[in-house]
Each structure stands twice: as structure tokens, then as C-alpha cells.
């Protein structure tokens, strides 16, 4: 779907400048009795200067070439073109033996959309070049089904971290895009618990504790921080499947620093600031950045930060944060422009 995509939205614009030529013609026909052709013409005939209409349409199909070329080259080259974002998160009740460690995040893998076994393997293997302590996966680990990971299984099973690997659950996981929805000639044959049931087993296969709805201790040195998981929650999303109450019911009340996985970042405005002040930092992905913009440490836009406040990057009202990873994979349309697929390293520091 991608080229024919690339290529309407170049004719699109075409029509565009054709239809504003015609729409312009037509209105001075009207309003204006009609004049000899006021080109200069040359001594051997030839115009001198191009015409209005030879302009428009010239620069349309110019201007018409420029989706297809760059959603091309975002194709070829950034659609692998990993980038390690290194991150200093600021806690200032952060027990002294955590002072200094490092977690790594990575987000929306999106195996049913991954075509380049090689690309994936050195992206993973730049995640581990980092030697992060820890590591953290924020969801969408599938498109819609269990066996989208069969050919990634050897190559994600290679990270490791000492003080662990935890999941989460994204929107996609659960599989409801597909099961919920009437196809004709699906040769599917799971159910959708079935399907939900072997996505949550690839995490145990790669040996990453899966978060659902509940809170998790990570000791060193005989102190502690929490780390909580929630399942997939979002403000417009029509299935919501994570419990923060019940995450959060087990914990330590008088846990130093608090470290929430939710996948969907328009959680941590609509629940977590309000409600949760205990809360820390947020680690979130979902959005991909829009997989297209433009991204500098100064100023970042993209056009799906008309649909999600927090979009790409880090966030922070008061003592709270949250981090919105732009993803290790993609959806939809397979191209990346100004928004590179990423690896988040993640400083931890109780002091500036």
C-alpha cells in the first residue's frame, strides 16, 4: 500500500494546482472581456517567459514529486536508523544504591511490521552496547497475533539486563484490531484469549517480567524502588484493560521512588497527575511520534501532537515526569521522516 499511498497524495496535490488554474481562468473569463495574449515572443518565435498556466502546473507536478521522494528515502533509510537518546532523570528520593544506574527503554516494536532481520539484530545489539541495568519494554510487541514474533524470538532473546527486563502490554497486544472486527476469508484460527494468551507468553519465553496490574520491588544493596505496570489504558481508547488501583494496592507505602509502566501516554494527564502524586516518572510509547516531523532538542512538531498532548520525549509538571518513546518498530505506513526509531538510556540521579 505504500507506493500507490505515496503516489495519490502526489496527484492529489497535482489536481490541486490544475483545479486553482482552471478555477482562476474561468473566473477572469467572466469578469475580464478577453485580451490578445499579452507572451513576449522572440524573433524566432519562441516565448519569452513561461506562462501562467505552464507555472502552476510545472510547479505542481514538482510539488507533487515530493511525497513520493521522501516517504521513499524515509522507506530506504530511517525505517532502521536507530537513535540511543541518553536521558538525566532528576530524583531526588532515589535511594544512594540507585544513584547512577541506568534503564534502558524500548516501545512498540511491532512485529507484523518488521521486514529486516539483520537491521533488527543490530538494533538490538546498540541496546545492549549500552549496557543498561535495566530494561524496560512499554508495550506493542504485535501488530494483531502471537506468531508476528516467531522470526524475532532468537534475536530479542539476547537482551538481558542485571536488575532485569520488565513488560507491559500495548493496544495492539491484545488483539482486539483484528478479533473484534469481521474479516471474510480468515484463515485465523486462535481465538482472541488464545492469541492474548501466547503474546503473554513470548514475554516469558524472552524472559521479561510482564507488569499486569501490579507492582514489582527491585532491590540492590538491600534498598529499594517499585516499579508498577499497568495494562493497556488510554483516554479514547474503547477498550481499557489496566487497573492502577489494583497495580499500585500491593505496594510499599513508603517506597522511596515510584516507576510507572503505561503504554498509552494521555494516561498520565488524565489519571496519574490527579490521582497519583506518588508517582515519579512515567515511561510511555503508543504515539511512534506520528513517524513523521521534525525533531530538535529546541522545538519538535509532528502532526500527531494534535491528537495526544504528550507525543515524543520528556515531560514534567512539578516532581512528576513522564517520557513518550517514539518506538523500536512502526505501523501502518512503513516510512519514517524526522522522527528515527529509538532507544531510550535513561540516567538515574538524585541530585543534579
Known amino acids: 500500500m505504500f507506493f500507490p ?9 497535482l489536481f490541486l494546482f490544475i483545479g486553482v488554474d482552471v478555477l482562476s481562468a474561468f473566473i477572469i473569463n467572466i469578469f475580464r472581456r478577453p485580451t490578445e495574449n499579452s507572451m513576449v515572443v522572440d524573433s524566432n518565435g519562441n516565448s519569452a517567459r513561461m506562462g501562467r498556466s505552464d507555472f502552476i502546473i510545472k510547479s505542481g507536478l514538482l510539488i507533487s514529486s515530493i511525497p513520493l521522494v521522501a516517504l521513499t528515502r524515509g522507506f530506504k533509510s530511517n525505517l532502521y536508523n536507530y537513535r540511543v537518546k541518553h536521558v538525566n532523570l532528576i530524583l531526588p528520593n532515589l535511594p544512594r544504591s540507585f544513584d547512577g544506574i541506568t534503564i534502558a527503554q524500548i516501545s512498540d516494536i511491532h512485529a507484523g511490521s518488521l521486514y529486516n ?50 513488560s ?20 485465523h484460527t486462535s481465538t482472541k484469549k488464545e492469541n492474548l494468551v501466547n503474546v503473554k507468553d513470548i514475554h516469558r519465553k524472552l524472559g521479561w517480567q510482564l507488569l499486569l496490574n501490579e507492582s514489582k520491588e527491585v532491590s540492590l544493596n538491600n534498598e529499594k524502588i517499585t516499579l508498577i505496570g499497568v495494562e493497556n489504558w488510554g ?85 512528576q515526569s513522564l517520557y513518550v518513546n517514539v518506538g523500536f518498530g512502526y505501523l501502518d505506513y512503513p516510512s519514517r521522516l524526522g522522527i528515527l526509531p529509538e532507544i531510550t538510556i535513561f540516567h538515574l540521579k538524585n541530585k543534579v
Request: glycine share 8%.
Open 5 to 13: 499511498i505515496s503516489l495519490l497524495l502526489g496527484k492529489a496535490i
Open 235 to 319: 483516554v479514547n481508547n474503547p477498550h481499557n484493560y489496566g487497573d492502577l488501583d489494583l497495580a499500585m494496592s500491593k505496594m510499599d507505602p513508603s517506597s522511596a521512588v515510584n516507576l510507572l509502566l503505561s503504554h498509552d501516554p494521555s494516561h498520565w494527564r488524565a489519571e496519574i497527575l490527579p490521582k497519583y502524586p506518588m508517582i515519579d516518572v512515567t515511561f510511555s510509547g503508543h504515539t511512534h511520534g506520528g513517524q513523521f516531523g521534525f525533531s530538535h532538542p529546541d522545538y519538535q512538531w509532528s502532526p500527531i501532537q494534535y491528537a495526544y498532548r504528550e507525543w515524543a520525549g520528556l515531560y514534567q509538571e512539578k516532581h
Open 117 to 166: 532481520l539483520d537491521a533488527v539484530t543490530k538494533g538490538v545489539a546498540l541496546l545492549l552496547a549500552q549496557k543498561p541495568d535495566m530494561i524496560f519494554f512499554t508495550g506493542d510487541l504485535v501488530n494483531d497475533f502471537a506468531e508476528e514474533m516467531d522470526d524475532y524470538l532468537p534475536i530479542f532473546n539476547k537482551l538481558s539486563a542485571p536488575l532485569g527486563i520488565f
Open 168 to 187: 507491559i502490554l500495548g493496544n495492539h497486544d491484545y488483539g482486539d484490531y483484528h478479533f473484534n472486527r469481521f474479516h471474510f476469508n480468515n484463515k
